[in-house]
């Protein structure tokens, strides 16, 4: 699928209805009444079990047996979405099953099954291990599996298998690795108070800045191109547009160091901070080397890094606010 990346950034860009936030968090979170509000919620296991304005969620555990007006954007162990989605369906994770009805899907994951009664009313794009269609998608259904098994209908099949992937990273990602390893490095090194203080925040509440880094970088993508549009605001959204990549870029080597430190604090270990930093990034290369995982858990990580970030950034400005150095 040569446009994949471009069918991707253009259904995200499709706006949303405006409404308010609800944000759930915990160890097992249940919905039970019906919330007219957009839904943002992360727990071991989440259950929506009454209708919500639309959903964002990450979990182990994620099932939605009600009906979501607007659009779903989740990623987790095991998603079971059983209820009726009005706008399009965003998901990534080990097992998704795709019950209810939607306009548009587009899911990664290990194994991924539209089940006979769903309806995708426009195109679905899957990438994943194992694929089953056995619903009906009225435009084009596009896939990219090891195994694809198609029961149902569809306008349109395109399928293609993932090519063969090799035991070892090839040599321009390890050298890009390589280079964001150096560039860690120099940001400890140069930066040390804004990192680490980023770096806290990332350790404070992980589950919640990636559901919440998640959501902000859709929105930021979406803000930058409405005020690209207007030719006046056409150079700031140039300018922040390299800023918003700059922090996407940088966003996974905070979450870096947090896991090396985690690993080190657990271990007894109390080395010199580039040596955490080291570890936690040849760690985490790794897990992204990894196929089909590696996705997953680079979303994760940029999502987790880039909510860091912005929490530090509110920090260091509300302290400025108030009078601080």
């Known amino acids: 699928m040569k ?8 259904l995200l860009l499709i706006p949303s209805g405006a409404h308010a936030l609800t944000f759930l968090g915990g160890d097992q979170q249940v919905i039970d009444t019906p919330i007219p509000d957009d839904v943002v919620a992360s727990g071991g296991s989440v259950a929506v079990n009454a209708p919500v304005e639309s959903l964002t969620v990450a979990g182990g555990m994620v099932t939605v047996d009600a009906p979501v007006a607007g659009d779903v954007i989740a990623a987790g162990g095991t998603l079971v979405i059983n209820g009726d989605v009005g706008g399009k369906v965003l998901a990534a994770g080990g097992e998704i099953e795709l019950n209810g009805n939607a306009t548009n899907a587009l899911v990664s994951g290990g194994t991924v099954r539209i089940g006979e009664n769903a309806v995708i009313e426009r195109d679905a794009f899957i990438s994943a291990g194992e694929v089953t269609n ?30 063969e992937p090799g035991l070892l990273p090839d040599l321009f990602s390890v050298l890009i690795a390589v280079g964001f390893l150096i560039l860690g490095l120099l940001l400890i090194r ?3 108070d804004f990192f680490a203080a980023v770096v806290g925040q990332v350790e404070k509440s992980p589950v919640l ?31 922040a547009g390299l800023l918003f ?19 080190a604090s657990r271990a007894g270990w109390s080395p010199g901070r580039a040596w955490v930093f080291v570890l936690g990034f040849v760690i985490l290369q790794v897990l992204i080397f990894i196929p089909l995982l590696g996705t997953i858990v680079q979303i994760v990580a940029v999502s987790l890094g880039y909510g860091g970030l912005l929490y530090a950034i509110r920090d260091a400005s509300s302290f ?3 009078g601080g150095a």
């Open 134 to 163: 056995a619903g009906s998608v009225l435009g084009n259904l596009s896939v990219s599996a090891g195994t694809f098994e198609n029961t149902g209908t569809a306008g349109n099949v395109t399928f293609e298998e993932p090519p």
């Open 245 to 263: 990549i700059v922090a996407l870029m940088l966003s996974s080597l905070f979450v870096a160091y947090a896991l090396g430190d985690v690993i």
């Open 3 to 10: 446009h994949l990346a471009v069918l991707i950034i253009g």
């Open 190 to 192: 140069g930066f040390p």
């Open 320 to 322: 400025r606010a108030g």
């Open 209 to 239: 800045l990636t559901v919440l880094g998640f959501v902000a970088i859709i929105v930021s993508a979406i803000i930058l191109v409405i005020i690209a549009i207007t030719v006046v605001g056409l150079p700031v959204a140039l300018v």
